[in-house]
């Protein structure tokens, strides 16, 4: 939908039109997925900032018309911000709950783009809307502001619209509303509320709570009621605005609006309903503000709440075992002193890793993501621990609620102090302020009182930073250690709090109370009764929470006396004799061997583990709705032996349990980081049986005469890269996950030709086949196949796979040829899923569910055919770019051609871009920016990318050492104009032979555009003056196909793989370092050019080098008019050629025309109509268009 902005401007802007006459003050862009995230899912990430420019744009013209018309009634444009389809909340693995499809720094850099295109369009207020995830929300408000802060624009008012899934009253990521509101409250938003996924009579209860809280404006637009069984929404314009009018009769309503199946006619009932009706008052903001944090709910520090008990056993420095679980990685038991916790009623929880053998960033991140997934962790706030300020940030990134950030301070001078509480304030965190400063620590009353004060007045004075969000930490240092100095150091935090919560309204106050008793390690309970007596007299004083082992400490009243009197001298430091501190010397030395804590609660406690008592399938049901995986080997081994038949306890109690969990699911009492655990535990389960069950069938297979040795296949699967096409890197991909996952895979390779497919899927009696393939061309061989299968009468599913191939493509031009299942498979990582489908007993299910979805997708691609408004070639020809020819770059240095045999493997490796290398893998990230570490330190992706790398850089040492790879490429200057859209070249200077002609397709697609461009418009015109074009092709592939082949031969498989990717790599750089060889000294036109790796990656050179055959020029047969140009053959001794199809080999080439006029730019030709094929064949000399439709393919074609 946000591309009609470009495809249907008009129809936009009369969209917004209408809903501004219809009443409307504020009316959103069409770009709630215009994030490079969501747009990267179609291939479309190169135009988020046009694409939100224009839809800015086009919102703004349709509110000027009506404005015009009505000037006493504004209308206004929010720009629409949408949370993406990732989310940084959930893990969407279910083995690692760590685990991340994307990371804060990436959306905060995909939310900034956006934000640029919206202002630049000229939007008035910025949306984020329909937040399913907090931590996302939080992502784009640290996005707008970094975005404003670079560019010193004034800010934009934001509003912030968060949506409640079900009648749980929770977000997607779990969150009350409330909860969400604290979160985001540092936005200081131009209004709060809700949108979408309930309708108006079932958001009331809810969006009441967020009015009841929110001290600001609040806002609220459902749907037209809950979406009915075929996805539409049956709430007309009189319901909907009646069930409005119940709010608006309250008085609760601010701004009020429609989400999904609104349309104007609901707007303008909704107007008339209300007109009338109260607004909401803003209430009275409280003098004295209390703190507010949440987790998934909200937690109100204040007088009511008491004090708060801050749990320290995720602590290194705090607890020994946490540290010795985390130093061994066993990261699940960790989670289980966590969750110890909790249940000792922690209302805040402590996280700190700073070790010197630790890496305490990865670990803050990796266990704080799989904290906030951990529901009954996740619904408390966290505290944030660490003196590493990176350590600090990464945990600030991974949490969704409104955290404790400990601790910052005057230490590090008021520069960086100011800097880092900014920071706070803009993660939306509350902050714990150490009594230090740039001399020290702060020991005495007097020195503790002077910092802290002066630290509130540097940040009220310089920042505003809300005083509700500050928390003093005034030291609570040791005593009763036998140096004099120390013995007032109790009383003197005590009484320093006093004096701070007098002169400082509104903070609050922690300490670690650990220290105090520090002189008594070992003597556990003498410790504990310090502390209770230390909170006794410091909390009237001001002290409301504290770090400490929650559920540990005596009351003040179970201590028994004696120890109590002793204990309070010490820490009141005072006694009628002043001896006190000797006394209790003398009685720490009695009590020398630990005694059970004093006093403690009466009553037996609650037995933890009290559901260990029931049966097995009342255990295994506990195990996986509560997400326990600890007991579940036992307890599955016990529902083993009872049923005696594997398969029966998973189709039993398991697959009861998940029943159940799906049923609280659909009734909002489970929500998804629950139901996430829930799988990781049946995994488990099953994966404890998997052994069993496979003995099952050894023994049956003994049972019925056969071989029990012989390999048992899930199925069997043939695997081709169709005739003409040499690209099978993602073919192989796919056979080694299917191969690991026990089916038979026969590869044939590449080039395959459909006869030869065909024959070996009958001889091997295979189950499916797969096909394979890259180039437009193909598509055309696949559909032939498909043909022929269906002339066989086979009835073998067919799988489609393949860098140009599309689920429309395999819908509209495949399906129909093939009655017996046709399915287009995305990426590696899907192919077990399909075929295991189309092994299963639901297999016709299955196909019949893909036969009616892929005639849903021919009807609506026949439906855009009929839709499509065009240019006349004529009319695209005479709107073509005007380029600004004094511009036009100097004649080259060397003219010709020439090449570089055998260049050094070495330079060329400086020009590795590593990207497509983890994508070739499906492991995310980029090197070598900030992405990078990311992934290294991920525990899931992170050791396989660091190995991968390591890998790829010893393949890379072998082959410089052994020689294995050549590379080789040919460059080409020659004098050039362009001719209509043809770029004509010329044998010499004179300009009067034309030795080629490379032809050009231009854009012809009516999207409403000022410019339609052709690749022949950043050449000058014959006439205008002299001008050149480049072209080279190079390759890291020669000696690769031979290599490959003896590691096939040895069945190493992955190094075949890898040598491959690395290939790939290698042409890529060359092809960079040509490229760069260009610009700079054989043509020269940019001799001082001087941009590191990353920027040469992002495109920031003058110029471009599109390659034939893809978006600027379609057409692979122009290959050959720049092989035969450059004399590829002859210069290269045919180690460098190209298929009949135009492929080149080996298949780690590239080749690219160079383009140096500072104007050209990298664009899409699109699709084009059937005047242009039927000019452009002409002027190729061609008899008629059958070749280039062929060519073209359906792609580009944009008629039938």
Known sequence: ????????????????????????????????????????????????????????????????????AEPHKPRFVAGAVGPTSRTLSVSPSVEDSSFRAVTWDELVDTYKDQVSGL?????????????????????????????????????????????????????????????????VKHANAFTVGINCALGAAQMKGFYKKLADLNQGWCHVYPNAGLPNAMGGYDEDPEIFSTNIL????????????????TFPSHIAAVVKKVEKCPVRKLPELPKYPSMQLSGLEPCYVNKEAGFQWVGERCNLMGSAKFKKLVDGHKWDEAMEVCLAQCEKKADILDFNFDSDLIDGQSAMGKFMRMCVTEPNVAKLPFMIDSSKWAVVEEGLKCVQGKCIVNSISLKVGEEEFLRQAKLCMRYGAAVVLMAFDEQGQAATFEDKVRICQRSYRVLRENLDFPPEDIIFDC???????????????????????????????????????????????????????????????????????????????????????NTRKLAEEVILNKSADGKHVERFLEFAEQVK???????????????????????????????????????????????????????????????????????????????????IKSARVMKKAVAYLTPFMEEEKRAAAIAAGEDPDQPKYNGTVLMATVKGDVHDIGKNIVGVVLGCNNYKVVDMGVMVPCDKILEKAIEEK???????????????????????????????????????????????????????????????????????????????????????????????????????????????????????????????????????????????????DWTPFFQVYQLRGKYPNRDYPAIFKDERVGEEAKKLFEEAKEMLDFIVKEGLLKCTGVIGIHPANTVGDDIEVYTNEDRDTVKCKFFGLRQQLDMGESEYWSQGDFIAPKGECPDYIAAFACTGGIGCHEQRKKYEDKGEIDKAILLEAVADRLAEAFAELIHLKIRTTLWGYAPDEKLSLDELLKVKYQGIRPAPGYPSQPDHREKQTMWDLLEINRLTDNKLELTESYMMMPSASVSALVFAHPEAKYFSVGQVNKDQVESYSARRGEGGVEGTERWLGSTVLGYE
Request: contains cysteine; proline residues 5%; hydrophobic residues 40%.
């Open 766 to 912: 295979v189950d499916v086949v797969g096909l394979s393939g890259l180039i437009t061309p193909s598509l055309d061989e696949m559909v032939y196949v498909a043909e022929r299968m269906k002339e066989k009468n086979m009835k073998v599913p067919l799988m489609i796979g393949g860098a140009t191939t599309s689920k429309r493509h395999t819908a509209v031009k495949l399906c129909t040829k093939y009655d017996h299942g046709v399915i287009h498979v995305l990426d590696a990582s899907r192919s077990c899923t399909v075929v295991s489908a189309l092994l299963s007993s639901e297999k016709q299910a299955y196909l019949d569910d893909i036969v009616e979805e892929y005639a849903e997708i021919r009807e609506e691609y026949y439906a855009t055919l009929v839709d499509k408004k065009w240019k006349t070639l004529a009319q695209a020809q005479s709107m073509k770019p005007k380029i600004d020819w004094s511009k036009t770059p100097p004649k080259p240095k060397f003219i010709g051609n020439m090449c570089i045999k055998e260049h050094p493997i070495d330079e060329i490796m400086e020009y590795i």
């Open 593 to 675: 061997k630990p005694a059970p804590a004093a006093g403690g609660a009466g009553g037996a406690a609650p037995a933890k583990d009290a559901w260990r008592n029931g049966t097995y399938t009342e255990r295994l049901h506990h195990g996986l709705i509560n997400g326990i995986d600890k007991f579940i080997d036992e307890d599955v081994e016990e529902a083993r032996a009872d049923l005696q038949v594997p398969l029966l306890v998973i189709e039993g109690p398991l697959m009861q349990g998940m029943g159940i969990i799906g049923d609280l699911f659909g009734a909002g009492k489970m929500f998804l980081p629950q139901v």
């Open 475 to 561: 030291n609570v240092l040791t005593i009763a250690t036998g140096l004099p100095e120390h013995n007032s150091y109790g009383i003197d935090f005590i009484n320093a709090v006093a004096e701070i919560k007098r002169t400082c309204p509104c903070v609050s106050f922690s300490g670690g109370l650990s220290n105090l008793s520090f002189s008594f390690r070992g003597l556990n309970s003498l410790r504990d009764a310090m502390h209770s007596i230390f909170l006794y007299h410091a909390v009237p004083a001001g002290l409301n929470m504290s770090i400490v082992n929650p559920g540990g400490l005596p009351r003040y009243t179970d201590i028994d006396p």
């Open 1 to 68: 939908n946000d591309l009609l902005v470009f495809s249907k401007p008009e129809m936009v802007k009369d969209i917004h039109k209408e809903y501004f006459t219809a009443g409307s003050d504020i009316c959103e862009t069409n770009t709630f997925n215009g994030t490079t995230v969501s747009q990267g899912e179609y291939k479309m990430q190169a135009v988020v900032y046009e694409l939100n420019k224009r839809g800015a744009e086009l919102a703004k013209q349709a509110a000027a018309e009506v404005t015009k």
């Open 119 to 183: 202002v630049d369009g000229g939007v008035d207020l910025i949306m984020i809307e329909t937040v399913f995830d907090t931590q996302n929300c939080k992502a784009a408000i640290f996005a707008v502001d970094q975005y404003f802060l670079e560019t010193g624009k004034e800010r934009l008012p934001v509003m912030l619209s968060a949506t409640i899934v079900d009648n749980s009253g929770r977000t997607l990521s779990g969150q009350t509303v409330e909860a969400f509101y604290i979160s």
């Open 246 to 261: 119940d709010y608006a009769k309250d008085g609760i309503l601010n701004f009020v609006g429609g989400c999904c199946g």
